[in-house]
């Protein structure tokens, strides 16, 4: 497999607070993919991080990756209720770029 | 933009029937294709990719006898589940791709697929 166990995980919390995902990955990868599914949805990419960058922003997210420990986190700041989903990172194949493959995803619910 | 319609968005189907799964990118030319079933843990499988002038790729555990996938031109791809039974149910998305600048993938809605 291609992901750590710990990245399977369900986080609640209050709208306004702010709130960090986390991946790991075992193999090397080019560019590390955020993307949210909402309910009853596809999911759709939120960010996308290369290998020599350290940090991303875009609006209240913010995606870090440390390739020397091949994790990744997405942060999101001011949390709203409307972005209750799950957030899945995902990595290419390294030799095949093509190819995108999914972690286990992190359920985010924020309550109102 | 770029927008994938995927239909059915559900569909049952007796056990050992088979069933048949579109993918259209509207907007966009797809060069690659990306077929991935999705569990109700929300667990992605990656079955196959088919990118343009390249022979579809199947992932372990998937087959062609099993999943035949077309892609005839760059805007529309299928998927058949052939026999299907319970050990198929899931979420079936196709990720089209626009080529090899963009990493994005876009998502239709999906198609459900219950066995009966």
């Known amino acids: 497999s291609q992901w750590g166990e710990e990245n399977l995980q369900a986080l609640s919390i209050q709208e306004g607070e702010d709130v960090t995902m986390n991946c790991s990955y075992k193999t090397y990868t080019t560019v590390v993919q955020w993307y949210r599914q909402k309910s009853g949805k596809g999911p759709a990419q939120l960010i996308l991080i290369r290998s020599n960058e350290r940090e991303k922003r875009s609006g209240r997210l913010r995606a870090t990756l440390d390739t020397s420990s091949q994790s990744s986190s997405l942060s999101i700041t001011g949390t709203l209720a409307t972005d209750t989903a799950v957030y899945f990172c995902?990595?290419?194949?390294?030799?095949?770029?093509?190819?995108?493959?999914f972690g286990k995803g992190t359920h985010l619910h924020v309550l109102p | 933009g770029a927008l994938v319609y995927q239909y059915p968005r559900r569909t049952i189907c007796k056990s050992g029937t088979s069933m048949r799964m579109e993918c259209q990118a509207v907007?966009?030319?797809?060069?690659?294709v990306a077929w991935y079933r999705q569990s109700p843990q929300k667990t992605f499988e990656l079955i196959a990719l088919?990118?343009?002038?390249?022979?579809?790729?199947?992932e372990q555990n998937f087959t062609q006898e099993k999943f035949p996938i077309s892609h005839p031109n760059l805007s529309f791809s299928s998927m058949t589940v052939l026999n299907a039974y319970l050990e198929d149910r899931g979420l079936y998305l196709c990720?089209?791709?626009?080529?090899?600048?963009?990493?994005?993938?876009?998502f239709g809605h999906g198609t459900k697929l219950s066995v009966l």
């Open positions: 907007g966009f030319q797809a060069t690659s």
């Open positions: 088919s990118t343009v002038n390249s022979a579809i790729k199947y």
């Open positions: 995902a990595t290419d194949a390294g030799t095949n770029a093509y190819k995108v493959i």
């Open positions: 990720g089209a791709r626009r080529d090899r600048v963009d990493e994005r993938l876009f």
